[in-house]
């Protein structure tokens, strides 16, 4: 139990710093392109990873510190954001691969400014998409973990009150 809790912290850490940067990224081109519905729908679904990495960490205090219960709500947010959070990492996750599968499709499509400095494109794009595909594994796999530990923290709390 004490290596999964590890784990689940490192992961939950990991996500709660990539999904900030996207989320802030998200937010300033949002705000800079004036596409309301891009910015409503990137800081949602990021914002649901922060929110469950962070539900995820005080779940982790809570059991490594048993005298430390969780809240009340916590268990909720934990499941919610936790699907929220699986719907993003596999909608991105899909994308991902989709990318790299046709990327000279996509980069068709790139109308790069004139007087931009020389840049290669495909392996840029395969590059942020194998970074994409590791973070959306990374989501899916906490967020199943953190599943599991609140079902086991759940179930040994229920023990502990009736024992009581």
Not at 128 to 138: G, K, N, P
Request: proline share 4%; net charge positive.
């Amino acid at each position: 139990m004490e290596r999964l809790t590890k784990l689940t912290a490192v992961l939950s850490w990991f996500n709660l710093v990539i999904a900030s940067i996207i989320a802030l990224v998200a937010l300033v081109s949002g705000l800079a392109a004036g596409n309301m519905l891009y910015l409503l729908m990137s800081v949602l679904l990021a914002s649901a990873i922060i929110l469950h990495s962070y539900a995820a960490l005080q779940l982790r205090k809570s059991i490594v510190a048993p005298q430390i219960p969780l809240a009340h709500q916590t268990p909720v947010g934990i499941r919610f954001m936790g699907y929220v959070s699986l719907f993003f990492a596999c909608m991105n996750l899909f994308n991902s691969v989709s990318i790299i599968q046709h990327t000279p499709d996509f980069i068709s499509q790139v109308k790069l400014p004139p007087g931009s400095p020389k840049i290669d494109l495909i392996a840029l794009l395969r590059g942020v998409s194998v970074f994409a595909i590791f973070f959306s594994l990374t989501i899916i796999f906490n967020v199943i973990l953190n599943f599991r530990l609140l079902r086991w923290y759940l179930f040994h709390a229920g023990n502990d009150k009736q024992e009581n």
